[in-house]
Structure formats: C-alpha cells, structure tokens
C-alpha cells in the first residue's frame, strides 16, 4: 500500500500504521482469500467456536462496511438471506442487500423491517462502533449507545434460538442491559478474538438460543 499525499505519508502515525498493516499475518491472508478487511477473521473465529452461522438463514450485518463480514457469509453459505448497513458506502457484494445509512433513524429501521418483510431474523450482527475520541470514558458510552439500539433491535426481529452478535469495549456493558441480554439467552458469552488487535479494546458479546420472553 502507498500513500500518494506527502503529507499523510510523512506522519509518524501514518507510517506506524502502514509498518503495522504490512506486518500483520491476518491483513495477508484476507489479501490472499480475497476478503475486504482482516475484521472478517473475528467473524470466522466466533463463529468456529459457536456454529451459528448456517445455510438458508436470515442474517442482519449492522456496521458492515467494507463488508468482509457480509462477504463471507454469502461465500460460505450462499443460500442464507444477508441484509448489510453502514453510514459508509461498499461495493456490491452478491446475494447482500445493502442500505447505506444511520442504524439508528427511522429511516432505516423501516427499510430494514420492509426488507425483512415480517420474518423472524436468525442471526443479528453488530460489528458497529462510533468514531473514537481517544477519551475512554466517551468512547465506552458511545459505544454502549450503539450496542443498546443493536440490542433493541435483535429484540423484536431475533426469532426464537437465534443468535446476537455485537462489538463491545472492554469495561463492559451497564448492569441493567447485560442482565436483559442474559435472560433473554440460554447462554451469553465474552470473546476478544484473536484476530483483534492487541492494542484494541474492543470485545464481543455473543448471544445464543434467543428466548421470546
């Protein structure tokens, strides 16, 4: 990768970035699988462990973009429904339907529920995460707002055994939404991929066996 503006290329953080990117194993294998972005090995990894993911399902992609999620489900399960979101756009992946928009306004709930046209959803995805501040504090409560409305969401369209999959940071979730999300699964889980960097801070929650309370 090169960066043509003298500018970019010449900060130091700029260059720490491209030092870490051509370092990185999993930047070098989605290169050689064809993935969009290395996030797509977090995927894979959760869903070795927990086998959600099957063929002919309908699945929700919130944060989708550059769509390396999206992009594997159709790959590997090809018959399963894939409904993607994110404020950025992507280019056009087979077999998934994208919106490009806010989660969280009306405009979009209704495009996805026009979309999901009234049937239970199998799995919902939540890969979203706020442009960060560098202040901790700010950052975690931004986050738990956007892992509220993906919560909220998965709530009314998950159909019963279904699976909740959703970004969080370390520090985790307030007390009252993890006691929700737990009651509402035979089984909640923590896991920091180890295709998560390191340095990051990001987590994930993984809901199993979806009851309709």
């Known amino acids: 990768m090169r960066i043509e503006n003298k500018k970019i290329a010449s900060k130091k953080s700029s260059v720490a970035w491209l030092q870490r990117q051509a370092k ?15 996030a797509v090995y ?6 070795e462990k927990f086998k959600f993911l099957h063929d002919k399902q309908i699945v929700v992609d919130l944060g989708a973009a550059p769509g390396s999620w999206s992009q594997y489900i159709a790959r590997e399960f ?37 979309k999901i046209a009234g049937k239970h959803v199998d ?23 956007l892992l509220e409305y993906a919560w909220d969401f998965a709530k009314q369209t ?12 370390t520090g985790g979730t307030t007390n009252e939404l993890l006691i929700d999300i737990k009651r509402s699964f035979e089984s909640v889980h923590h896991i920091k991929p180890t295709a998560s960097r390191k340095d990051s801070v990001e987590m994930f929650i993984v809901g199993l066996g979806f009851k309709k309370l």
């Open 24 to 38: 990185d194993p999993y930047v070098a294998r989605a290169q050689k699988e064809g993935y969009r972005a290395r």
């Open 42 to 47: 977090k995927l894979v990894e959760i869903n």
């Open 78 to 114: 090809p018959h399963s429904h894939v409904i993607a979101m994110d404020l950025l756009e992507i280019k056009p992946i087979p077999n998934v339907e994208f919106y490009k928009g806010d989660f969280t306004t009306d405009e979009a709930l209704e495009w996805l529920n026009e």
């Open 123 to 145: 799995v919902v995805l939540s890969d979203m995460a706020p442009n960060t501040t560098g202040h901790q504090k700010t950052d975690h409560l931004r986050q738990m707002t």
């Open 158 to 169: 998950l159909k019963p055994g279904g699976t909740f999959v959703a970004k969080s940071f």
